[in-house]
């Protein structure tokens, strides 16, 4: 059993910056024709050269391709990019984000286990632990206060295995303490796992912070546009199995029968990654869409660029929207009186994403209102589109927690989310102040009036 090599990455001796490395990081070449982009290798297997080469693959002493399952050329260009850039030491794609969380959780979880996690955090992720993980007998308990130690601390567990957070979380952005909550979970010899996915690792970097697994949903700003679904699980390559045989006793076991190397004997402080490469991801058939990998390659080139507009267009938005009477409260931590802004300030130098909340004074009829009135905002349950996208999370996203779980968790009758996208900032200012003259009572026109679609011509429809 091989761990491939195209999974991995070296750390080049030149500091390349984050620019130059979204275009070049990952590409291995194309031998064949010359081409500069890696081609779209739609291939379920791979040709082997004779009967030694196969067995070889297969027995691990060849680290070639053997079948798309497990990986592709056009994968693995994808992986070693995206590691790269979060100064990872291996990545693993999934077929979308929460496939890459289950991936990530489960190269470490078992049944009895017991896990900690922030009680923010997206809520398709928390019906995965809620109600699929718990059918494996693997156990979730949310922490109160994330950015206290003692908290964390006081709820550890002899079978407790991870501690889990999202960098970002969507949509209060009730920013946590990366750092604080690491160190926490070092300190008891267990591994952070952490969704950077609004962040993505042009603002932040969580194994910088002591981060031990990243997880991304590759669907939402790395690809940027809103056409493709994936997911990615990122190894540190930092955080010492070896030390812990009790708490991680699958990767002390044989990887396979009549052989007695393990896990950890193998792979060292990478056993955890080819374990969930190789057990997890392989076995489950978590595959990765090898076009959809190509669609995510072609939006990291752009991302510095897009996340800048991101961020700078959803601080002017957030400072628009604090401004307005009929907002109670405006969640983005870019605000200096938005109680995270601190945090902000320490972990987002560049800004703290584009994905916000606000809450209207008026309640759910006022949401309703604006959220039918706005034209250039997009009705739609995504986020990290290049498409300003608007969201009602109390009647659609959060619909399914109780009332007094939304309460708790400042869902309120009133929010809507936004994911601000790139578009001229003035013209999503414009839309939302007629969204919210109509609120107001007044019956402003379309910002499209006299924009139709033209006369149709003869050809049209041909």
Do not use: C
Not at 109 to 132: K, M
Not at 145 to 167: H, I
Not at 199 to 209: A, F, V
Request: hydrophobic fraction near 40%; glycine fraction near 10%; proline fraction near 6%.
């Amino acid at each position: 059993m091989s761990l491939e090599s195209d999974a991995l990455i070296d750390a080049p001796a030149h500091e390349f910056g984050f620019d130059t490395e979204q275009l070049h990081a990952g590409y291995q070449g194309e031998a064949a024709h010359g081409a500069r982009i890696t081609p779209i290798y739609l291939t379920a297997g791979f040709i082997f050269d004779d009967f030694d080469q196969a067995a070889a693959r297969f027995g691990g002493s060849d680290a070639g391709y053997v079948y798309s399952r497990t990986n592709n050329p056009t994968l693995a260009a994808l992986e070693q990019s995206i590691a790269r850039l979060e100064r990872g030491a291996g990545a693993t794609l999934a077929g979308s984000g929460q496939a890459a969380i289950a991936v990530g959780l489960l190269g470490v979880l078992a049944a009895g286990d017991h896990f900690l996690s922030t009680p923010s955090i997206y809520e398709g992720t928390r019906a995965l632990f809620r109600g699929n993980l718990s059918r494996f007998g693997i156990e979730v308990e949310f922490v109160d206060d994330p950015n206290d130690p003692d908290d964390w601390a006081r709820r550890v567990r002899p079978n407790t295995k991870l501690f889990y957070g999202e960098a970002i979380p969507n949509p209060k952005n009730d920013l946590i303490d990366i750092e604080l909550i690491a160190n926490a979970a070092h300190a008891h010899g267990l591994p952070f796992a952490i969704d950077s996915t609004v962040p993505t690792p042009y603002l932040l970097r969580p194994i910088e912070y002591g981060a031990d697994i990243v997880l991304h949903s590759t669907s939402k700003f790395l690809a940027g546009h809103g056409s493709t679904i994936g997911g990615v699980t990122v190894d540190a390559g930092n955080f010492d199995w070896s030390k812990h045989p009790e708490r991680f006793p699958h990767l002390f076991k044989p990887m396979v029968a009549g052989d007695p190397t393990t896990w950890i004997e193998k792979f060292g402080p990478l056993a955890n990654f080819a374990f969930t490469r190789s057990v997890v991801a392989g076995r489950l058939g978590t595959s990765f869409s090898p076009f959809n990998a190509y669609q995510v390659q072609q939006g990291i080139e752009t991302l510095s660029l897009r996340m800048e507009r991101h961020v700078a267009n959803a601080q002017v938005v957030a400072e628009w929207l604090d401004r307005q009477p009929e907002v109670s409260s405006v969640d983005y931590p870019g605000l200096p009186s938005n109680p995270y802004h601190a945090l902000a300030q320490r972990y987002y130098p560049k800004g703290p994403g584009s994905v916000f909340a606000f809450t209207l004074t008026g309640g759910q009829e006022a949401a309703k209102v604006v959220y039918n009135a706005v034209e250039v905002f997009t009705r739609m349950t995504h986020i990290g589109d290049v498409r300003s996208l608007i969201l009602h999370p109390p009647t659609t996203t959060h619909s399914k927690l109780s009332q007094a779980e939304r309460d708790a968790g400042g869902i309120w009758p009133g929010l809507l989310r936004l994911s601000v996208g790139i578009e001229d900032v003035s013209d999503l200012i414009a839309d939302l102040d007629r969204a919210f003259k109509v609120l107001r009572g007044e019956n402003p026109p379309s910002l499209h009036a006299g924009a139709g679609a033209g006369e149709r011509v003869q050809a049209d429809g041909l």
